[in-house]
């Protein structure tokens, strides 16, 4: 079966820096993505990972290890506006265009 | 250009009666896939359709079918809608299908279903 974990809340105030965790267990890995949902609003991507190692895209930035089943997103120089739901999926090994998500962590930044 | 789009944007509906919800992907893409989202919850995979043949199911009941049309647009049908079918229901669009690279799924902005 695959399972993905991740941490349901986490807090953090304006401008500090925060790791979101992501631990998955599948049966085969084909890539991993983090996707950005605010309250109400569609998924958007935010970071897609494949290959050990740390993928930097601005404020954020996402860090993959195959052999530990396990990922995290970085957001640096929170802000308001990164209050949202932060969603880590998997691709199922069977069928690529299926996503396999966890919970999500909502995120709540402080002024 | 225009993103995924679908309709309608909030549904009420009351037990046992069947709804559709539809669907138009980026101008291009040839796959849609189906999402369901419970609140508090990541979304679960319902069904993926690729060139109006369905190329995925998700663990969910007979009571949940889709279609692709020539257009590659597509529908979800519910039938028999159950207090638990209440979800926000997320269609995704990739231009194809299979792919390994980075080319992710593009969701729209869903449907909210309301089953009193």
């Known amino acids: 079966g695959q399972n993905i974990d991740q941490p349901t809340e986490m807090t953090a105030t304006e401008g500090a820096i925060v790791q979101i965790n992501c631990t998955y267990q599948t049966s085969g890995f084909n890539g991993l993505f983090w996707y950005q949902q605010h309250a109400g609003e569609a998924p958007t991507f935010l970071s897609y990972?494949?290959?050990?190692g740390l993928e930097e895209k601005g404020r954020f930035s996402s860090f993959l290890s195959r052999s530990k089943g396990y990922s995290y997103l970085l957001l640096k120089e929170l802000q308001m506006k990164d209050s949202a739901s932060y969603l880590c999926a998997v691709r199922d090994p069977y069928n690529t265009d299926k996503l396999i998500f966890g919970t999500g962590t909502r995120l709540q930044v402080f002024p | 250009d225009a993103g995924v789009t679908q309709s309608p944007t909030h549904l009420i509906k009351t037990r046992g009666q069947h709804v559709t919800l539809r669907c138009s992907p980026i101008?291009?893409?040839?796959?849609v896939s189906w999402y369901q989202q419970v609140l508090g919850q990541g979304p679960q995979f319902i069904f993926q359709y690729y060139e109006k043949e369905e190329r995925g199911r998700g663990n969910f009941p007979d009571r949940f079918s889709a279609r692709q049309f020539p257009n590659y647009s597509s529908e979800l049908n519910v039938n028999a809608l159950l207090l638990g079918d209440s979800a926000l229901y997320l269609c995704?669009?990739?231009?194809?299908?299979?792919?390994?690279?980075?080319?992710?799924?593009?969701f729209g902005p869903g449907t909210r279903l309301l089953v009193l």
């Open positions: 990972n494949v290959l050990d």
């Open positions: 101008s291009g893409h040839k796959s």
């Open positions: 995704a669009s990739s231009p194809i299908a299979g792919g390994l690279g980075w080319e992710t799924q593009y």
